[in-house]
């Protein structure tokens, strides 16, 4: 928990400070699921060639918003919040590289494969983020051993 006497954004570190793992780790997961629709849509839009490729709409929300309360969390944790803003970065340069492969994909008359690369560094952000939420579960055990 962040030091209450210290706030960067006022009213907004008193409203969403307690709950930002939480709000995190939902939108981690929305990431997961919006990353699934949009490559449902990137395979029905490579049927009418790599210029018809655009990017979801719903990705590029639920991408900016990792991008965001990872910066926020950055402001109240910032040990832990310089480790997420890096894999959320990881995560969002990762995901530009993989779109760029579908557009190449769908040029050559390829098929459309998934985003194994923006899928592997989603799960290590959602790892990491799992561990900063869900910490309570794992805290009687943790502070026996260290």
């Known amino acids: 928990m962040a030091d209450p006497s210290v706030t960067l954004f006022g009213p907004l570190d008193t409203l969403l400070a307690p709950y930002i793992e939480w709000a995190l780790l939902a939108i981690v997961l929305l990431n997961f699921v919006s990353r699934r629709v949009a490559h449902g ?3 029905r839009q ?3 060639g790599a210029d018809a490729l655009s990017r ?3 990705h590029v929300f639920t991408l900016w918003g ?3 309360l990872s910066f ?3 402001t109240l944790h910032h040990h ?3 480790v997420l803003s890096t894999l959320v970065l990881g995560t969002f340069i990762t995901d530009i590289f993989e ?3 579908r557009k190449v994909e769908a040029r050559e008359g390829h098929g459309i494969e998934r985003p194994k690369g923006a899928l592997l560094a989603t799960t290590v952000t959602f790892l990491y983020v799992a561990f900063l ?3 309570f579960v794992i805290q009687p055990y943790w502070t026996q051993v260290i």
């Open 56 to 58: 979801h709409p719903f």
């Open 99 to 101: 779109f760029e492969a």
């Open 80 to 82: 832990a919040g310089m």
């Open 41 to 43: 849509a990137h395979k």
């Open 46 to 48: 490579a049927e009418d």
């Open 133 to 135: 939420s869900l910490f």
């Open 66 to 68: 990792m991008v965001l």
């Open 72 to 74: 926020y969390y950055l």
